[in-house]
């Protein structure tokens, strides 16, 4: 599945059935706000799946993913449509601190 598609085509699946997936970003294009993920479970590359961003309006805020990282998402049952939900830290990747006061 390494064709690209158009993320103003936005449309649902046929039915609805959603599935948690983890993979590793593949491609990202700031152009249009969007990466390709790397999905193990599936063997598969995503299409161009949207990027979460913070904020997009007035006081936009923006935090590119990069090639390599980890990922969570959802995707239909066909895996054509989906969203990534953010990154996550695991044990080739630990967080930065050990501690939640800073």
Do not use: F
Request: net charge negative.
């Amino acid at each position: 599945m390494s064709k690209s598609k158009d993320l103003s085509s936005k449309g649902t699946s046929s039915s609805g059935s959603l599935s948690l997936h983890y993979g590793t970003v593949s491609a990202v294009d700031e152009a249009i706000g969007a990466a390709k993920v790397l999905i193990e479970d599936l063997g598969i590359e995503s299409y161009w799946l949207p990027i979460p961003v913070r904020r997009m309006a007035e006081d936009q805020h923006v935090d590119w993913l990069d090639v390599g990282d980890r990922v969570s998402l959802l995707l239909d049952e066909k895996g054509e449509q989906g969203a990534i939900l953010g990154c996550y830290y695991d044990q080739s990747n630990p967080p930065p601190i050990a501690t939640k006061d800073k």
